[in-house]
């Protein structure tokens, strides 16, 4: 993946002003008017001009820094926040709005995993108890299943696990916690025979057009 903070010379903290600055001082330096038929500084102008496209869109901007940090290049930057049901419901939604415009073959897996082990973290976990709210719970629990979807099903045991335990004795999110593992499970088990049965097609087909050409 791109790392466009790298291009411009700057930190992913930096303001909007500092990326301003230095773009318009990497686009002079690498203008093709100023470099005639130099191919690295037309290269360098593009990637400039990329960056600077993102970085100096505020959307743009924040669906990069989350995409960055999937790909395992980057942190993510945590602001102090009041962590109540409704914020945690918040960052739970976000996330999969954050999923839903990424490139999910190349984000690190682990570091997916990571975020959503932190939304349930004991502390978090412990502050949704309190509060009991049920409604937020359903939300938090049915985010995280759908955020879920991009993991193997082997990291999911212990996501599962906490699941239940902010499901508590609500029998319906039980229910659906257990129908959306049952699936992925059925999924993870189809896609690794999938190969095979093809395979096994197509030796099949091969074998019935050898025996037809005989025929006639």
Excluded at 28 to 57: I, M, R, T, W
Excluded at 134 to 141: E, H, L, P, V, Y
Aim: aromatic residues 8%.
């Amino acid at each position: 993946m791109k790392d466009h903070y790298r291009t411009l010379g700057i930190k992913p903290a930096a303001s909007h002003s500092e990326i301003k600055k230095a773009y318009r001082a990497l686009a002079v330096k690498y203008h093709p008017d100023k470099n005639p038929g130099n191919p690295l500084s037309e290269a360098q102008f593009k990637e400039v001009q990329e960056a600077y496209a993102v970085l100096s869109n505020s959307v743009k901007r924040a669906v990069y820094d989350d995409e960055r940090w999937l790909s395992g290049i980057g942190t993510r930057n945590q602001q102090a926040q009041e962590v109540t049901p409704d914020w945690l419901t918040k960052v739970s939604y976000d996330l999969n709005a954050s999923l839903a415009t990424m490139d999910t073959h190349r984000m690190s897996k682990r570091a997916l995993k990571a975020y959503i082990l932190l939304i349930l973290s004991d502390a978090h976990l412990a502050v949704l108890q309190q509060y009991d709210d049920a409604q937020a719970n359903r939300k938090i629990i049915t985010e995280i299943l759908k955020a879920a979807k991009k993991l193997h099903i082997n990291h999911l045991d212990e996501i599962e696990e906490r699941l239940i335990t902010l499901a508590g004795d609500d029998e319906e999110m039980l229910d659906e916690i257990d129908d959306k593992i049952e699936d992925r499970k059925r999924n993870a088990a189809f896609e690794k025979y999938l190969p095979y049965f093809v395979l096994f097609v197509t030796v099949v087909l091969c074998v019935c057009m050898y025996y037809y050409g005989i025929i006639r």
